[in-house]
């Protein structure tokens, strides 16, 4: 679980790309040091597991779905990527709950400065624009945002100072695509509503000690 508050702008060492996969490596001395191999990181919003580290560097396997789902098979060495580490238990959520599990990929169509901050439009995909609200929270690349306003497919999202100098949103153009994941909490809320069936039943679920016998949905 991560909370979309970026710990550091790391750099692109490599990207060598396979039949049907990749293997991504990264540069960023500040909290790549110690490290370990199994540890997750989001890169870009999306949630990668360290395959090999060493000093300052930290390698990535990337399946054909993230390369699928994602920006990251775009990525080119020298490009400039958002990191942060997963969040640990005694940690504050200083953004909101993101899970590093990519929903779709937007477009960055209009980018106006704002006193020291800036404005962005993003697109977003038709199959995600009902989960998201005024003043509700949208991971974009990785970082938590919170939503302006949106219209007819596009989300308006205003980017302070800090936010620019931290991460790699400053260097994002009209035309550049991004990573985006809704609140994850907008999801579980919808399933509830729509009433859809448990993947396992109750009586199972009792019996394999999950649920207290006395369980009920009242």
Avoid at 44 to 52: D, E, K, M, P, Y
Avoid at 168 to 175: E, K
């Amino acid at each position: 679980m991560f909370t979309g508050i970026i710990e550091q702008v790391g750099v692109v060492a490599s990207l060598i790309r396979g039949q049907q996969a990749a293997k991504l490596m990264i540069a960023a001395p500040k909290i790549f040091d110690g490290l370990a191999a199994g540890d997750s990181v989001a890169v870009n919003g999306a949630c990668l597991t360290v395959s090999h580290e060493r000093r300052g560097f930290a390698e990535f396997d990337l399946s054909a779905e993230t390369l699928k789902k994602t920006t990251l098979g775009e990525l080119r060495i020298g490009h400039k990527v958002n990191l942060e580490r997963a969040l640990p238990v005694a940690g504050r959520l200083g953004g909101h709950l993101v899970t590093g599990h990519v929903d779709g990929m937007g477009e960055v169509r209009g980018k106006v400065a704002r006193a020291e901050g800036v404005e962005m439009q993003l697109s977003v995909p038709s199959d995600l624009v009902h989960y998201l609200v005024a003043k509700g929270s949208l991971a974009v690349d990785g970082v938590s945002l919170t939503v302006a306003d949106f219209r007819d497919g596009l989300v308006g999202i205003a980017v302070v100072p800090h936010t620019l100098k931290a991460t790699n949103l400053s260097l994002r153009n009209v035309g550049d695509r991004v990573n985006l994941e809704v609140d994850i909490l907008s999801k579980y809320i919808e399933r509830h509503l729509r009433g859809e069936p448990r993947g396992i039943s109750d009586e199972t679920m009792m019996r394999v000690g999950f649920l207290p016998m006395n369980w009920s949905d009242n």
